[in-house]
T-cell receptor, first 116, second 111 residues
């Protein structure tokens, strides 16, 4: 299995509080991604990173920020959590953006976040 | 914005049958296609990738691609109860920076 660790695995918090999710990889892959998965919507890209301190927005980036100060860590922050951000969050990594046959995108185990 | 469409299912097949999962995509320039399997409560796992028209086989799995029809399918032969999962189709987005996923088809294999 690809060396991807997401923390925490589960979190319950209140509306208006800041929340940070962490993705840690041991594969030294350049590309890292944050997705959210919701019933009826599937997996949607929040933000991605193509190197240390290089990040860009995805499809559903409003209300989220990211940081990548080291190759191995990609943080997702909800500045002021809202109930609409209750979801399962997945981190993914890939060695290449070209998605060559031997360089697929691998996923972490996910974080289940509930905002009350 | 590219779109990836899949029937949500559930698709129910008996053990030992062939399960056929279908995916259509909106962008004619897509060059690579991926099938992920996701068990309930787990993360997506890549099971097949395909880049050229035709069939690609890997064990009990066969991916079929028809770029002219913008259609990619996944066949699972000799289906097993352990194949019961949601199958996600994915293509790279227009910028090539990430994957766009379909909403998935839920497969149920009964013993």
């Amino acid at each position: 299995d690809a060396g991807i660790t997401q923390s925490p695995r589960h979190k319950v918090t209140e509306t208006g509080t800041p929340v940070t999710l962490r993705c840690h990889q041991t594969e030294n892959h350049r590309y890292m991604y944050w997705y959210r998965q919701d019933p009826g919507h599937g997996l949607r890209l929040i933000h991605y990173s193509y190197g240390v301190k290089d990040t860009d927005k995805g499809e559903v980036s409003d209300g989220y920020s990211v940081s990548r100060s080291k190759t191995e860590d990609f943080l997702l922050t909800l500045e002021s959590a809202t109930s609409s951000q209750t979801s399962v969050y997945f981190c993914a990594i890939s060695e290449s953006r070209e998605y060559a046959d031997n360089q697929p995108q691998h996923f972490g185990d996910g974080t289940r976040l509930s905002i009350l | 914005q590219k779109e990836v469409e899949q029937n949500s299912g559930p698709l129910s097949v008996p053990e030992g049958a062939i399960a056929s999962l279908n995916c259509t995509y909106s962008d004619r320039v897509s060059q690579s296609f991926f099938w992920y399997r996701q068990y309930s409560g787990k993360s997506p796992e890549l099971i097949m990738s395909i880049y050229s028209n035709g069939d690609k086989e890997d064990g009990r799995f066969t991916a079929q691609l028809n770029k002219a029809s913008q259609y990619v399918s996944l066949l699972i032969r000799d289906s097993q109860p352990s194949d019961s999962a949601t199958y996600l189709c994915a293509v790279p987005n227009q910028a090539g920076t990430a994957l766009i996923f379909g909403k998935g088809t839920t497969l149920s294999v009964s013993s």
